[in-house]
Nanobody, 121 residues
């Protein structure tokens, strides 16, 4: 069974930084692409970034150049470093595991519980 546990959310002023983490097992890393999504109130869940099984990374245009997705090998976590945060980045952030590497919410096989990020202006 795949379990994903996010941590690291919080509140920050615009221009600040936050780092999110998603704990996953080594089995998960070997088998699945790993994604971050976010969902703001009354909006659809939005894909943010992906790390493939071999370590390739891709980003949504809205976060490119500001967010970095990576694996912390020591902690076995999928991290999302978020810099230059904007109020429009405010959302619940979710970690997901994706066998098909499809980057679409309805193709994700497993989800974490989410962690809230709030950016004030």
């Amino acid at each position: 069974q795949v379990q994903l546990v996010e941590s690291g959310g919080g509140s920050v002023q615009a221009g600040g930084s936050l780092r999110l983490s998603c704990a996953a097992s080594e089995y998960t890393w070997r088998r699945y692409c790993m994604d971050w999504f976010r969902q703001a109130p009354e909006k659809e869940r939005e894909w943010v970034a992906q790390r493939t099984r071999i370590g390739s990374t891709t980003y949504a245009d809205s976060v490119k150049g500001r967010f970095t997705i990576s694996k912390d090998n020591g902690k076995n976590t999928l991290d999302l470093q978020m810099n230059s945060l904007k109020p429009e980045d405010t959302a619940m952030y979710y970690c997901a595991a994706d066998l098909a590497c499809g980057r679409r919410a309805n193709s994700m096989n497993y989800w974490g519980q989410g962690t809230q990020v709030t950016v004030s202006s």
